[in-house]
Structures are given as C-alpha cells and as structure tokens.
C-alpha cells in the first residue's frame, strides 16, 4: 500500500490563529494528506507561530527549534512568520534558516502550496474525507467563528496590524453558513472572535450580504440576530467599548445571545489610555457598564488590563485600581506590561522597572480577587445552566461551565452527580458553594428528588 502523507502541526497563539490551524488542516485532509500526532510520524511539520509580545516570540523560536531538531522539515506560518526586518528580510529566516518555507498569518493557500512542493499530495481530494464544517481541534461541543481579519488600529504597545494587516470582515452569509455546518456537527456553543469584533463590516461600509437568500447587513447587530436564531450559545469576544456595542445587549437581555461581553478596556486613565492611542478611550466605561447591566442585569463581562505601562504613575496606577472596585468586573486578567520588539510603546518615556510592573500587576489581581470571589458567593442558592465540558469517573464530578464561563481563560462549575453526563450536555445546576473563580453545586433535578 502506498504511504499516506504525513503533517504534523504546532499551533501557539490565540484562538484566532487556532482558527487558521483548523483551515490549514481541513484543506490538507481534503487533499488526502493525514494529521500526525508526533515529529517521528510526520513528513513535514507546520509550526503557526505567534508574535504577540516578546514572550510569545520566544515560546515560537523555542517550537521552531525544536521541531527542526525533532523532525527536519518544517514550515513556519502565523504571525511571527509575517515578521519582517528593519531591511526587508525575514525575521524567521535571519534566525532559523534551515525551514522549508516562512509565510505570514491568513495564508491558507501559501501553506498549502508550500506543503505540496516538499510533499507531493497523495492523490485527488475526495469530498468525503472532511466534514462540512471543516477539521477543528477544539472539543466537539464547541468552536470559535472568525469573523474577520486583521485590526484598523494602531495600540502602541500592539504589532498585531503589521502581522496581520488591515481589518477584512467576512461575507455576512458565509459566516452563518459555517455556523449552521457547526450547528449541524455538533456544536453547541460558539465562540465569536476577531481583532475588533465591533468593528465587523464597517471596513465594508456595513453592505448588504446575503443569508439564505435574505438581504442582511453586514454588521454585528445583525451578525448577532442571525446567530442567535440558530439556538446555540453564542457568545462575543474582543468588543471594544463603541457606542454600537449598546444595540447588542437587548439582545443578551432577549436571550438571543449569552449575556456576555469580553471587552479589552486595557487601563482607565485616559492619559494612559491615549498614549495607547487605544480606540474608544474616550468614552465614558462607568456610564456604559452601568447602562449595560440596567439593559441585562445578568451580562457578565471580562476583561484584560495592562499595569506597569511606559509612563504610568503610581497616582494613574491608583486610578486604574479605583476603576476596577467600582465597576467591579466579573471576570479580569491583567498583564505586567512587556516590550514588543517594534512596538511603538518601547519609545516613549518612563520605562518601568519589571520589578514595579510586576508588583502592580500582583496589585491588580488581589484586588480582582477579592472583586471575583464576592461574584461568585452572590451566586450560592442560585440555578445555573451549566455546559458540561468533561466527566470525572472516580471522582463523579461533571465539569462545565455557566454562561458567565468561556472555555481555557475564565472559571469552571465543578458538578457534583453520578450522572455520566457528556461534553456538551447543558443542564440546570444549583450552586451550593463558591472559590475564588469557580463554582460548586449539584444538578437541579437531583437536588428536586431528594
């Protein structure tokens, strides 16, 4: 028998290069190619790196080297393969010279191509060999949606719109034609996300698209009453606070869509926030959060801070802490700011030591802490609808997660029940006792048979 064609695959970064990774693969099972689970079963080895912050650069030389040192043929994509030098040259290449071939994120057919030239596809794609809705590595019950690519704007401490390029939204149709596939695949929950998911369609002037023959605009209100009608879970990450972002929360209210919002407000002083040159840093967040939870009292909002900016005082550092105590956020992550090589930030004055970054960063979290373990005390007696995202056998625990939880960056409701429920069942659970950002309880109907 012939061989098959083997690619192996290391995907770092956010989900929005998971994403990437998951077309990748779909295209090369399409094509006959088969997904290897090791370097020594491979052929070849695609490495999706990610160029966030120096931290991130690291961990993907780190990858690169090691599959070079693993296996010997490797291909590099993903953001920090779209890096360049002061002169041109590829940043990877300068480094690593001995990959088969570099290219940038959203790259799909150069990836593709690449593969093919130092793998010869094994014969002709047979429409049978990949699911409509495509191969992914999330679990089966849920998948992120890309809705578009690139960013618009220019963060000073970002270098994420030179990676990626400006902002291209997707067709408003072929976006609820992948998550009807999804629906159709099994998914409950979907994971909406972009650079700027608040931005979607406006670098298309909101034009009218097209759903199942139905004029539709392209923008996120109605991206969001199209995905709401499809009855999954449906919940947005990457929201910037715009004005806009008001029509959305009726709908969180109306139960159309989960009531949460992950909104990456980064800091609250505005000095601080303008040498960000953040978008939206001169709305009024206290004012908005408020009229939010009058809208949807159970919204649930997350958010990520940086502490320790270039420049940031300790009174403008108090500012940020003051902000956090009294919009008293659900879920919070905060990052001791980091340099990225060509990031804009790295210039202006008043670098921190990383000392201070860090104990302000510390700060942050114990005052979150203490914000995030009150939240979740208020939810004790209450009844929650919980997406089982695994079973524990010896320990009968069902582990999932409340609407307020998305999957990897917030919390878990650990499920005490003998009950072998399965990843994407969605039941009713009463919250019997709380952590610091989790949730304990039992399920509703058995607590009612008791």
């Known amino acids: 028998m012939a061989h098959i064609p083997v690619v192996g695959f290391v995907s770092l970064g956010c989900p929005k290069a998971l994403v990437d990774t998951e077309r990748i693969v779909t295209e090369l099972r399409a094509r006959g190619y088969r997904i290897g689970k090791s370097y020594h079963d491979a052929d070849v080895v695609i490495v999706n790196t990610c160029g966030f912050v120096n931290a991130a650069v690291e961990e993907s030389i780190a990858a690169i080297t090691e599959a070079l040192a693993e296996n010997g043929r490797v291909i590099v994509c993903g953001c920090l393969g779209g890096r360049h030098e002061a002169d041109g040259s590829n940043f990877i290449l300068n480094r690593l010279p001995k990959v088969l071939g570099v290219t940038g994120p959203d790259s799909v057919d150069d990836v593709i191509a690449m593969v093919e030239t130092h793998l010869p596809r094994p014969h002709d794609p047979w429409d049978e060999l990949v699911p409509n809705c495509g191969v992914r590595l999330t679990p089966k019950h849920y998948a992120y949606l890309k809705i578009s690519e690139g960013c618009n704007h220019h963060c000073t401490y970002c270098v994420i719109p030179n990676l990626r390029g400006r902002q291209l939204s997707r067709p408003i149709g072929d976006i609820i034609r992948e998550a009807e596939n999804l629906k159709e695949a099994g998914v409950k929950e979907l994971l909406v996300i972009s650079q700027d998911t608040g931005a979607y369609g406006i670098d298309m002037k909101y034009r009218m698209g097209f759903v199942g023959g139905r004029p539709v605009k392209t923008r996120l209100l109605e991206l969001s009453e199209e995905l709401g009608k499809l009855g999954l879970w449906t919940r947005l990450h990457y929201v910037y606070p715009y004005p806009s972002v008001d029509d959305i929360v009726p709908l969180m209210a109306e139960g159309k869509i989960l009531p949460y919002l992950d909104v990456p407000f980064q800091h609250a002083h505005p000095r601080v926030l303008k040498a960000m040159k953040r978008p ?57 700011y980091s340099p990225v090589d060509g990031a804009p930030a790295n210039d202006l004055p008043g670098a921190l030591p990383d000392e201070v970054r860090e104990e302000r960063r510390n700060r942050f979290m114990e005052v979150q802490a203490e914000i995030s373990a009150e939240k979740c005390r208020a939810k004790i007696g209450t009844v929650q609808d919980v997406i089982i995202d695994e079973y524990d056998d010896e320990a009968g625990l069902a582990i999932g997660r409340t609407k307020a939880d998305s999957p990897d960056i917030d919390g878990k409701c650990y499920v005490e029940t003998l009950t072998e429920y399965k990843p994407g069942d969605i039941i009713k659970v009463r919250i019997t006792q709380s952590e610091e950002y989790d949730l304990v309880g039992t399920p509703e109907d058995e607590m009612k048979a008791k």
Not at 293 to 310: E, K, M, N, V, Y
């Open 280 to 336: 939206a840093s001169m709305e009024k967040n206290l004012e908005r959060i408020a009229a939010w939870r009058a809208i949807c009292p159970d919204l649930t909002i997350r958010s990520t801070f940086i502490a320790g900016f270039p420049g940031e005082t300790e009174e403008e550092f108090e500012y940020l802490l003051d902000f956090l105590r009294e919009a008293k956020l659900d879920r919070v992550g905060c990052f001791a």
